[in-house]
């Protein structure tokens, strides 16, 4: 069985400071991939990144930082000089990279994320 | 850029009377899905549909719920007698097939019941 752990259920940071959000995983699947899903106050889950199992090249995306390490786990989301407009629920998701199933995606918990003027 | 759409937005209805829930996926997209989410929750896996029927469900999605894809561009959630537990945000997503795993997701459609 698949499973993801956020376990900063809440981070409250002032703008310009660094924030890191942790994620943790598990699952048998050789194959897999992870993600990072947005959901402002506004409701709606926006896709953030991919990653897959076979590719541990840390990824940086402007403010965004994407750190995936396979032998800890561990798949965690650094913003730098965080902004008021980043302030949502950030979800981690983990999906198996089979065609012979749906690829059901397992989420974490979510880190609700404020960040104060 | 093309989108995931859902409607409606919000939904209100009474316990015991059915619901569906409509979804557009992204045109070139092969496979479906939906989730729930709980107010205040994680997002949870209901169903995936490929093909014309489904290819996965969670023990969530019991005989109360359905879906269906009626023509070549909506895929509907069936929920046949709605509980108050049922209330949530219930979001429709699609990925393309080859390799892509990425899903999409629309802006949900939040379901109360009374």
């Known amino acids: 069985a698949q499973k993801v752990t956020q376990a900063q259920t809440e981070i409250s940071v002032v703008e310009k400071e660094d924030v890191t959000l942790d994620c943790v995983y598990e699952t048998r699947d050789t194959t897999y991939y992870l993600f990072w899903y947005k959901q402002p106050p506004s409701g709606e889950l926006v896709f953030l990144i991919r990653?897959?199992?076979?590719?541990?090249q840390n990824e940086i995306s402007g403010r965004y930082s994407w750190n995936f390490q396979k032998s800890t786990s561990s798949f965690n989301f650094t913003i730098t000089a965080s902004q008021v407009v980043d302030s949502a629920v950030y979800f981690c998701a983990l999906s198996e990279a089979t065609e012979t199933s749906g690829s059901r995606l397992t989420f974490g918990e979510g880190t609700q994320l404020t960040v104060n003027p | 850029e093309p989108e995931v759409t859902q409607t409606p937005s919000h939904q209100v209805t009474q316990m015991g009377q059915e619901v569906i829930l409509r979804c557009v996926p992204i045109s070139n997209h092969l496979y479906f899905y939906w989730y729930r989410q709980i107010l205040g929750q994680k997002v949870e896996f209901l169903v995936s549909f490929y093909n014309n029927e489904i290819s996965e469900k969670s023990e969530i999605f019991d005989d109360q719920f359905s879906v269906e894809r009626p023509d070549g561009s909506n895929f509907t959630l069936k929920i046949r007698s709605t509980k108050l537990e049922d209330s949530a945000m219930y979001f429709c997503?699609?990925?393309?097939?080859?390799?892509?795993?990425?899903?999409?997701f629309g802006p949900g459609t939040r379901l109360t019941v009374l």
């Open positions: 997503a699609s990925r393309r097939l080859a390799g892509a795993y990425t899903q999409y």
């Open positions: 990653r897959n199992s076979f590719d541990e």
